[in-house]
């Protein structure tokens, strides 16, 4: 069975496509965006890549940085189109599935050629995609007609599947899936709740991502509850570090920030949640967040914003987690983390709980011969 898969340069894609490995399929990765060199990640899959520039001519880069105008010209005349590039790349493999990860920036671009032919084609939805697909510029037209020529979709939560019926999905449903094909769980680095300084907290503050609210909610949390704690703030944008900088009270707390645009590796993210007391997370619109579900699984207590109602989908307020109501709320924030610093018995219950449930739910292994027969399904449905 050769799959193609469509996806922009993302560690979740790595890590879902990994679960391939072994399976006997023959791979290829499109990627998207044509960025970077080959990815050592997923070394076993054949990778289209180069296909952008026609010609990478001398002092390319220094002509873009220098002169954006003229090099803006350049591009229209040296650079092949994404629907060009994908239709060699589906004329030469000849694949039995394509598999399209996000609709925005893997989806859409390469409709204009799904349209064309008739091959099986799988939609995974990330994040945003489905919920708030119009704040991303993705108009309702679009939206179903891609929902009209994808056979199949898996959501990463129960939310976005009747979503994307009541717009007009009325295709094959293959499930709900972590996005990054399940979590592999190093129970020695989950430590218990005395052994746990740390306060992680989601920096993205992009419009979409609130990190700022949670970061005005820690400046009214009760002192005594911060002294001997470490804030870490990770993905953080650079406004985080400027509103930082202009507080009164955030410089003298023990803050660490790991910018979004500086990698962190994954395994060091989850020791940093193996370590974590609390994992914040705000935003005002997502799919299931995979950095919710791997703090859970490494036993840190999540205080969780709500869009949708997805996140009530694996957090019992009160009982494993705390979900924020209003994304917009810092008081409501702040009375969160009180409340959560303040019950020891609250989180060691919770960890109990969430490294259960996501073994019992999430684990990678269990998920492996689930995801590689998705795949066998749908070939056996269009042989």
């Known amino acids: 069975m050769k799959i193609l ?56 880069s220094a002509i873009k ?32 599935i394509i598999h399209c990860f996000e609709m925005q920036l893997a989806g859409l671009p390469i409709l204009p050629i799904m349209e064309q032919n008739t091959i099986p084609l799988i939609y995974s ?17 679009e939206l179903q007609r891609f929902y009209k020529r994808a056979n ?81 703030i990770y993905s953080a944008d650079d406004s985080i570090q400027k509103q930082i ?9 023990a803050i660490t920030i790991h910018s979004r645009y500086a990698f962190i590796q994954n395994q060091h993210l989850l020791e940093l949640m193996g370590r974590s007391c609390l994992h914040i997370a705000n935003s005002i619109s997502d799919g299931m967040p995979n950095a919710l579900l791997e703090a859970m699984s490494m036993g840190a207590f999540p205080i969780q914003s709500n869009p949708g109602q997805v ?9 494993n987690g705390l979900l924020i109501a209003n994304p917009f709320d810092e ?14 018995n609250l989180r060691e219950q919770s960890q109990v709980f969430n490294t259960n449930l996501i073994q019992k739910q999430y684990n990678r292994a269990t998920l492996q011969p689930k995801i590689q ?4 399904t749908v070939l056996s449905e269009h042989s």
């Open 152 to 232: 199949y979709l898996i959501t990463d939560c129960k939310r976005d599947y009747h979503l994307a019926v009541k717009n007009g999905f009325n295709n094959q449903f293959l499930g709900v899936f972590p996005g990054n094909g399940g979590l592999t769980i190093d129970n020695s680095k989950i430590k218990s709740v005395s052994e746990r300084p740390v306060i992680l907290i989601k920096g993205y503050d992009d419009g979409v991502g609130k990190a700022s609210i949670v970061l005005n909610a820690l400046e009214l949390v009760t002192v005594e509850l911060l002294e001997d704690k470490q804030i870490v």
């Open 125 to 141: 939805s990330w994040g945003s995609d489905v919920f708030y697909f119009e704040q991303l510029g993705v108009s309702k037209n």
């Open 245 to 253: 900088n202009q507080s009164k009270i955030l410089p003298t707390l």
């Open 373 to 376: 027969t998705l795949y066998q």
């Open 65 to 96: 940085k220098r002169f954006p105008k003229i090099y803006k010209s350049i591009k229209k005349i040296n650079e092949n189109s994404v629907s060009s590039a994908f239709q060699k790349a589906v004329e030469s493999i000849e694949p039995d």
């Open 311 to 319: 996140t009530e989908e694996v957090i019992i307020h009160g009982k």
């Open 5 to 60: 898969m469509v996806a922009i340069p993302n560690h979740h894609f790595f890590q879902w496509v990994n679960q391939l490995k072994d399976s006997g399929y023959d791979v290829y990765w499109f990627d998207i965006t044509d960025g970077g060199p080959q990815s050592p990640k997923i070394e076993w899959v054949t990778q289209i890549k180069g296909w952008k520039l026609k010609l990478n001519f001398p002092f390319r």
């Open 331 to 344: 008081k409501e924030i702040a009375n969160h983390i009180n409340k959560s610093l303040q019950n020891q």
